[in-house]
């Protein structure tokens, strides 16, 4: 059965640190780009960074120097370490993996920035 779970969400103030967790089973974890995305309510989901297969890493400019991305493959994780929150980083945070033509998804963790 194929699964990505996410972990590591929760409630920070402004400008503390949270690391996102995303631990995937029944699939070839290792081949596939794999990334986060969020959504707040009203809003269509955005993608925070992606790395890909080869270790390649690419940020959306709201993150650029406050968030890090990183895999590792000996475990089937993937890792989102998040500095700096502001209350705007406030969502629900996706795992995603990706090999063409397929995608999986997590079901989401909660990040709430707020004092």
């Known amino acids: 059965q194929v699964q990505l779970v996410e972990s590591g969400g929760g409630l920070v103030e402004p400008g503390g640190t949270l690391r996102l967790t995303c631990t995937a089973s029944?699939?070839?974890?290792?081949?596939?780009?794999m990334g986060w995305y969020r959504q707040v309510p009203g809003k269509q989901r955005e993608l925070v960074a992606e790395?890909?297969?080869?270790?390649?890493?690419h940020y959306v400019d709201d993150v650029k120097g406050r968030f890090t991305i990183s895999r590792d493959n000996a475990k089937d994780t993937e890792y989102l370490e998040m500095t700096g929150l502001k209350p705007e980083d406030t969502a629900v945070y996706y795992c995603?993996?990706?090999?063409?033509?397929?995608?999986?998804w997590g079901q989401g963790t909660q990040v709430i920035v707020s004092s």
């Open positions: 029944g699939f070839g974890h290792r081949n596939y780009d």
């Open positions: 790395i890909t297969s080869g270790g390649i890493d």
């Open positions: 995603y993996a990706y090999w063409a033509p397929t995608e999986y």
